[in-house]
């Protein structure tokens, strides 16, 4: 009891205290440098924050839009309207939820998937995922255990399994794996089983309570929106999310450097306040930060045959926050590569960009098909990370959909805009109707192979 009021002691001393200054004395490149580096440090916990307040926006669970500590399940697949996550998937059904255990834990249970390979990650508000119960990890019977907040308390009931969020805050994207469109049914009597309940409440009768609709919020992308914030509101932001999701225990040298420029985990911060060298750095951070941001992503993990896998720094990233902020801009709860590896194409054989009006095919050898454990895809996106319309509704193609294979036991898919033709439309990809794209390949629980790079997608190979 005394430990829990002194730490309610200090997180009040804290808020009370006034902004942070930055050191006079620190020179006007270093103050440009550190800047650059905090927003990258920053990106992914205000991206958190954004996500939060535009799918928490609602009164009760609506698609997977819902509000605080409430589960909300994607019933159908995404479709080019779905614009809250980028380079969604067209595998699973997706189950969210947005948890809050500053006060209280949250006790979740999961019913018997029957053997249904499916995950449940956990994702602190900087993006790590610090859990993920599910088929891999903790099998396929039922289970119940409790997201637990970083200065709580107590114990749990009995049979409860413990979960400690290194934050107040954070996102669940959990996926069940769905075997096509006759497959809902299925799914949705899993995902109707899943309970999320604070712990006072647990083992009684519970309504969760409505949630609080914000007139007027920004419904856009998330990344669109950190986009068009400015360095005042960015940094401003940052500031007061660590009040209650504090740093992980190996960032302390980047806060040091942030302190000289006047940024303090547990105090405010105003860029009016900061001594002019300061202000004009972190005014210019956000357009040079974004673009090594956006950069990383597409430059991260090893080429190879025209594909990007990025075996490290993926779903857990250490001390390493440029990646960390590339994948929350690309990928927002990206899996750690023991559930899930995301081979990304964006140009041909030649090195040459996908372009819509062109004709592809991607073939695999006999020995070439991907190797997991649960099921591959390959998904199409469009200039803005995002699904595109197309003739047939189709997104993705993998091993669960009815694919046309060659005697050899080899397999093509056809890249395209247009129909390759009937006999081979089993295989066929369709790209948007105009523009850029890129793709993904996603191997769900992938085999030793894949993590250890002894295996890579073949090329992408234009045909005109």
Known sequence: MRRSILAAACASVLACMPAAHGEPGVSADEAREIAREAYIFAYPIVLMEVTRRT???VAEPRGLDAPINQLAHAREFPDPTFTIVVRPNA???YSALTFDVSAEPLVVTVPDSGGRYYLMPFLDYWTDVFTVPGKRTTGTGAQTF??????????????????????ASGLLIGRTQTNGKADYAAVHKFQDGMKAVPLGAYGKPYTPPKGTVRAGQDTSAPPDQVDKM?????????AELMKANPPHANDYPILDRMRRIGIVPG??????????????????????ALQQIKTAWTTSGVLQNGWRTNLTAIGT???DYLHRAGVAYAGLGANVIEDAVYPT???????????????????????QIPPVRAFWSLTMYDERQLFAANPIGRYAIGDRDKLSFNPDGSLELYIQRESPGKDKESNWLPTPASGAFTMNLRLYWPKAEVLGGAWAPPPVKRLE
């Open 55 to 57: 799918s928490t926006n």
């Open 91 to 93: 595998d699973t059904l």
């Open 146 to 167: 409790a997201i637990v907040g970083p200065h709580w308390q107590g114990s749990l009931p009995k049979g409860v399994e413990r979960y400690d969020s290194p934050t």
């Open 230 to 238: 400015d360095a005042a509101a960015f940094y401003a932001m940052f």
């Open 267 to 288: 105090k405010s911060f105003s860029l009016a306040d900061q001594p002019k060298e300061i202000r004009d750095a972190l005014t210019a951070a956000p357009a040079t």
């Open 317 to 319: 990233y250490g001390a």
């Open 345 to 367: 194409a964006f140009a041909d054989a030649d090195g040459k960009p996908f372009d819509s009006a062109k004709r592809y095919v991607l073939h695999f050898g006999q020995d």
